[in-house]
């Protein structure tokens, strides 16, 4: 298996640790909740989950938790699948897995990958803080 040379994963919906899904759970055997942090990036409510995208803007900040990767190949391969990303067949999937500068709330900048949403946001609202929308947080 090829080693993906970024192992750190930046999450700031469904996959954070206060849920209980399949991605949740990837995420407690293959890797380990390391800081908080936020990225440079709108949010936007795309169903019972949120999607962000990155903003030109430098004061709009979405906050997560960032976890450091075991076997990045494994729990990428899982999570690519559970985001709707085919690494194949990037313009059709929901979201698109990419690396970009995650600011650490203890003050260091690391890069990690991220899911950014891939569909047009324009019928979207935009939300400052994601919360359990969908009342059950079983799914994504």
Not at 30 to 44: C, F, P
Request: proline letters at 9%; charged letters at 20%; one cysteine or more.
């Amino acid at each position: 298996m090829k080693a993906h040379p970024v192992s750190y994963l930046f999450v700031y919906g469904t996959l954070k640790k206060e849920f209980d899904n399949p991605g949740t759970r990837m995420l407690k055997k293959y890797a380990d909740l390391v800081a908080t942090g936020k990225i440079n990036a709108v949010l936007y409510q795309v169903a019972d989950y949120p999607g962000s995208v990155r903003s030109p803007d430098p004061s709009a900040w979405v906050e997560g938790e960032v976890y450091l990767l075991k076997q990045p190949e494994t729990i990428l391969t899982l999570l690519d699948e559970y985001e709707d990303f085919a690494p194949n067949d990037p313009m059709h999937s929901e979201f698109i897995r990419s690396t970009i500068p995650i600011y650490l709330s203890d003050g260091p900048c690391l890069t990690g990958w991220v899911y950014l949403f891939n569909r047009p946001v324009s019928n979207l609202i935009r939300i400052t803080k994601f919360v359990n929308i969908g009342g059950t947080p079983s799914e994504k």
